[in-house]
């Protein structure tokens, strides 16, 4: 995940770019410092080192990135792209900087060949490579990411479109937020016993009364702020301020709006929160929206914490969806209330007998445990569905680990295609790409029908209308039927 240094020095780095006519892949970059501070402890840039871009090229890359060998040019391409802005940031001292270089060449003729060696591939890398990075790093149930056109306002009717669980702060943190308010130092909230019943009728006079331009300082704006807050609201995510500008300039038509004093303005009043660059509705304005939608009789889920639950309650709420940020930080919270070793025996008890889907969150889960859960994960490798997974997780911490035999290696590889299965066929034509790709060769489709695995003839299915290679395709809609008669019988 991409946090708050990631993305200034990705931002910094396109700046440096377009400064020097130098042309920059920021996604690339991105990926390199997402996982130098997932696994590498970097926590800023300052934090790289030549021995940094060893393991991220040649042990971290290889485990994580489906990317077929001869992209590992452009990976290290961006890599010292990287190092050059390194360089005139002046945050890396000279001498490192010259040994990251020194270090980048050795890199670059072994790169391919670790990306080649399925003996390298963690547990969340298909054997063949074939469900797509996308999938791979978010197989938790989560939105694309992808932010609507703000300008497209949702119907009026409120019960149109069902509302997304969000996750209500407690009571007492609510109470503590609204303490902090400007707004309220100056127009207090009336008295009694329950400031936010009170903070909700406040809110709610927002929502549906003229309020003249009390608010944002324009009553067109003020008249377009339930729209806003409902988009807010069913994103559940921060959204980039010149979003939010593009809107209300739709709202203001030929009037112009001074963008940051009314988002000031919606910040002063305790109903935005900016966080640089982006703008999220505060925890008491989703509180109060939430029980604004109640009044009108409308259903507002509210998401549990799945932080507080056990492994299968953590898996269920992670399969229904949830934005990226709220999904790592409960998977975060749960893996730090538990040691290493009980957190994955949790997980992996409840991944036993379980849909490929659910298991395949709880195996990216465990695959974040370092080698202090070793005797726990290696309890599961009588366990049929998820000795092959468990091996995996063993070779790839350089522990001791039998070897895969053909069946397993067969069978792994139709539970990660299963995996990939819902991404699949939400976006076909990616998976296409990733199976043109890096798609299982002809002599494992055709052994695969002989699996012994619950999915097997969707996963066939799915091959056989998804491999752009015609012979490839058809030796799949054939396996596919061996497999429905073998069940048959």
């Known amino acids: 995940m991409s946090i708050e240094w990631v993305n200034q020095a990705i931002d910094d780095l396109r700046a440096w770019g377009r400064a020097r006519e130098v042309e920059v892949d920021a996604d690339e970059v991105r990926l390199l410092c997402d996982y130098a501070s997932d696994y590498l402890n970097v926590n800023e840039l300052g934090d790289f080192t030549p021995e940094t871009f060893e393991e991220l090229l040649l042990s971290i890359y290889p485990r994580k990135v489906i990317a077929p060998p001869e ?102 943190d609510l109470i503590a937020a609204l303490a902090t308010v400007p707004m309220l130092a100056v127009e207090p909230l009336p008295g009694g016993d329950d400031p936010l019943s009170a903070w909700a009728a406040r809110v709610a006079r927002v929502l549906d009364q003229d309020t003249g331009g009390a608010i944002t300082g324009s009553a067109e704006l003020d008249e377009g702020l339930y729209d806003l807050f409902d988009m807010l609201y069913r994103l559940q995510v921060r959204v980039p301020v010149t979003v939010i500008g593009d809107y209300l300039d739709e709202i203001a038509g030929d009037g112009e709006i001074d963008l940051p004093a009314v988002l000031g303005r919606l910040e002063w009043s305790g109903l935005l929160r900016l966080t640089g660059d982006d703008a999220e509705l505060t925890p008491p304005a989703v509180w109060a929206l939430r029980e604004h939608y109640l009044s009108l009789g409308v259903e507002a889920p509210e998401a549990p914490d799945l932080a507080e639950g056990d492994a299968r309650g953590l898996i269920e709420g992670l399969l229904e969806g949830m934005p990226t940020e709220l999904a790592e930080d409960d998977i975060t919270r749960w893996l730090d209330g538990r040691v290493p070793g009980e957190a994955a025996a949790e997980l992996l008890s409840a991944a036993s007998g379980a849909p490929a889907v659910a298991r395949g969150i709880a195996i990216t889960i465990v695959d974040r445990l370092g080698r202090e859960a070793e005797g726990e994960i290696r309890d599961y490798l009588d366990d049929q569905e998820l000795r092959p997974h468990v091996i995996h997780w063993l070779a790839a911490r350089g522990l001791p680990a039998p070897p895969l035999t053909q069946e397993e290696m067969l069978w792994v590889s139709v539970d990660m295609l299963a995996l990939a299965m819902p991404a699949a066929d939400e976006d076909p034509e990616i998976f296409a790409e990733n199976m043109a790709a890096s798609g299982p060769p002809a002599h494992l489709i055709e052994e695969m029908w002989r699996v012994d695995h619950p999915d097997v003839v969707e996963v066939l299915e799915l091959l056989g209308r998804s491999i752009p290679d015609g012979t490839l395709a058809k030796a799949a809609r054939k396996a596919a039927f061996k497999a429905r008669s073998r069940a048959i019988r």
Do not use: H
């Open 71 to 172: 992209s590992a040019q452009e990976t290290i391409a961006a890599a010292r792209t990287f190092v050059d802005y390194l360089s005139e940031d002046r945050r890396v001292s000279w001498a490192k900087v010259q040994s990251m270089r020194e270090r980048l060449d050795d890199i670059a003729p072994r790169m391919p060949e670790a990306l080649a060696d399925t003996a390298n591939f963690g547990m969340a890398k298909s054997l063949f490579s074939s469900i797509g990075p996308e999938s791979l790093e978010q197989s938790i149930a989560i939105p694309s990411g992808e932010l609507p056109d703000l300008g497209e306002a949702p119907c009026d009717c409120p019960g149109c479109a069902p509302l997304p669980a969000v996750r209500l702060a407690a009571p007492e």
